[in-house]
């Protein structure tokens, strides 16, 4: 079971693990039974992340003053009215040309009731917040789709900011690895490029989402280190409009190309 002294898992836990058998069921229905997946096989991950976000001087400053960053992206108005080629301008076309809401899983009815039943520590239980929060801004700043090629991206994206994470590489190459019809060799390249490309960006949980925003998106790449596409991908995305069952069938979306 998972390790709750100090209130951050620190150990996997395999029984949330293995109770995750719903996702085989209805992978678009069961979003709680995937944030278990997540965070009982990523905790090592997930701990060693929290430890760098408090040993970083913004991750700091965002635990003492915990900003409500999934509010402000919810706030369909304010990101309305930033300009085109914008973070957040960037980030609103993502989450509406696929219908999204911002944040993943559902703060009060998945990610709380499992923070309070395993005791996790209010630091620990805001990064989480935060992250589910900043997995569509990933997206965002990589190009990368909605659809399973862009979710597979996405995620050796989020493995390279999190090294070492082989058992989340492994999570990824085995599941969207193994049902994304393409070559098996476009398919490792393209994943190694997105880790090689987390890996050389910034800590990106530390980065000032509420202060960048408003800033052109191509600036924000560069201030954050997170490489243009034609540099990390020169076969560029892979889009894949094949969905598992339950879910809606995804629309192609290229922002740089749009706001071009």
């Not at 598992?244 to 922002?255: A, C, E, Q, V």
């Amino acid at each position: 079971m998972a390790a709750t002294v100090t209130g951050v898992p620190e150990q996997r836990d395999w029984q949330a693990v293995l109770g995750s058998w719903r996702l085989l069921v209805n992978p678009g229905k069961n979003g709680g039974s995937a944030f278990e997946l997540i965070v009982g096989l990523a905790a090592p991950i997930l701990a060693r992340s929290y430890h760098q976000l408090r040993a970083h001087p913004n991750g700091r400053r965002l635990l003492a003053e915990k900003p409500d960053l999934l509010a402000l992206l919810g706030d369909d108005a304010y990101l309305a009215s930033l300009p085109v080629g914008s973070l957040g301008h960037a980030y609103r076309s993502f989450l509406r040309t696929n219908r999204l809401d911002a944040g993943v899983f559902d703060v009060d009815t998945v990610i709380r009731p499992i923070a309070e039943r395993r005791g996790w520590d209010d630091d620990f239980f805001y990064m989480i917040r935060r992250g589910t929060a900043l997995h569509d801004m990933f997206h965002t700043l990589g190009g990368y789709g909605p659809d399973m090629g862009g979710e597979f991206g996405n995620l050796g994206f989020h493995c390279g900011q999190m090294e070492p994470s082989g058992a989340l590489k492994a999570l990824a190459l085995s599941g969207l690895g193994t049902i994304i019809p393409a070559s098996p060799r476009r398919k490792l390249r393209y994943f190694r490029e997105a880790v090689r490309r987390g890996q050389r960006a910034d800590n990106l949980m530390a980065a000032p989402y509420e202060e960048l925003l408003d800033k052109p998106l191509n600036e924000v790449r560069r201030q954050l280190g997170v490489a243009p596409t034609r540099t990390a991908h020169p076969a560029g995305h892979m889009f894949v409009a094949w969905m598992p069952p339950g879910m809606t069938r995804p629309t192609r979306w290229d922002y740089d190309a749009e706001a071009a």
